[in-house]
C-alpha cells in the first residue's frame, strides 16, 4: 500500500515559519512511528500571485483534490492589500474550501492544564476541557436567496435569507455524528427551532441521521442557550454540531474560552472520498502575522495542533493525535512559552524553532 498523501501549502507571512516546525513532527513519525507520508508542498496566498499571477495555481487545486489532506499555513500580508479583490490571497483560500465543497468546520476547544489560568473564565470551569464544535460552512444565512439592499416604499431594507436543504443538514450531521464517535460519543445540535422553521427543520433531520449512529448520545439545545451553557459549564459538551451563523459565533467564543490565537487548529471536511476519507484542509484560525513575520516570534503550537487533528480525522490515528497534544501539553507544563503567551513575569520567550524543538523532544520521550 502506498502512503498517505499530505499536500503542504505553507503560504505567506508566519505560515512559513510554523509550517516549517510541523515538518520537523511529519519527519519525526515517519522516522520513529512508521508512520510515512508522500508530502508535496505548494504555493497559495501572496506568494502564488507572486509566482503565477493567481493566489491559487490551477495545478494546486487539482493536487489539492486528489490527495488525502490538505494542510495551509496562513494566507495574506500587507503587500497584497493593493490587489484586485479578484486576485488577494484569501481569494485562494476560498477557492480551496469552495471546490472541495468543505461543509463541515471543525474548531476545538481545548485546554492545555499549563494554560487553565490563561482564561478569562475560573480555572476549574476551563482546566481538562476538550470539545468540539462543528461549524455547517457552505449554506445557511451568508448564501441564502433572496438577499441584498431593496427600496421598499420611502425606505431600504436588507435581506438575508437562512435557508438550509435536507442533504445540507443530512451531511454535516453525518460529519458530526462520525467525529462523535471517535470522541465521547455525545452529540448535541444546537438551532432556534423555537422562532426558525430551518431549525425545525435541522432537528429533524439530525434526529433521523441520529438513527444510523446509535451508540451516539444525542440532544439539542436552543442556540442561546447554548451560548450560556458554554460560558457556564462547557465541559457538558463534547462535539456541538450547529449551522453556519450559530456557528460562526459558537466556536469563536468556545475557541476563547482556552487562550490565545497561536493556539487554535481548524479543520474543514467534506464529503468522503473514494478511500472512505473525508476531502480535508487543516489549518490554524489565525493569519499571517506580519506585525511578527519573519522574526522567529511565531506560535507554531496551532499549526502543529491542526496537523495532529490531521491524525485523528483523516488518518484514523486517534493514540497518534493524542500524543501530539500530550507533547505540547508537557512543554507548556515545563515553562516553555512563546512571546504571544507570555503572562507571568520574568519568563523569557522561546523561539518558533525552539517550540517546534521542545515539542519533537517531548515526542522523543513518548517512547
Ligand atoms: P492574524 O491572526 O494574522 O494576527 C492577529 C494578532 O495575533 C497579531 O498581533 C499576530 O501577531 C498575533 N498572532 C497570530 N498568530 C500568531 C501566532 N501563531 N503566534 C503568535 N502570535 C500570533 O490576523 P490579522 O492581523 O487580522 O491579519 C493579518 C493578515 O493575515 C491579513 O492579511 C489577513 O487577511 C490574513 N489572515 C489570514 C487568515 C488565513 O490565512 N486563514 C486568517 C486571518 C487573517
Ligand atoms: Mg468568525
Redesign the pocket.
Known sequence: MSNPSLLILP?????PE?MAEVSKIIDWFGAKRGLKFDVSEDLV??CAYDKHGTPLHDDTMAKAQEVDAVL???????K??VLDFSV???RG?LRLRKEMDLYANLRPAQCFDALADFSSLKKDVVAGLDIMIVRELTSGVYFGEPRGIFEEGNERVGINTQRYTESEIDRVARSAFELAMKRGKKLCSMEKANVMESGILWREVVTEVGKDYPEVELSHMYADAGAMQLTRWPKQFDVIVTDNLFGDLLSDLAAMLTG????LPSASLGAPMENGRPKALY???????????GQG???????ILSFAMALRYSFDKGDEAARVEEAVNAVLADGLR????LGEEGVQPVS?SEMGDAIVAKLEASL
Do not use: F
Request: proline letters at 10%; one cysteine or more.
Open positions: 503560504g505567506d507571512g508566519i505560515g510554523v496566498g501572496g495551509l499555513g496562513a494566507v495574506g500580508g500587507p497584497y492589500d488577494k490571497p484569501e483560500l490565545s490565537l497561536g493556539m489549518e490554524p484560525v489565525h493569519g499571517s502575522a506580519p506585525d511578527i513575520a516570534k511565531a506560535n507554531p503550537i496551532a499549526c512563546t512571546a504571544d503567551l518558533t
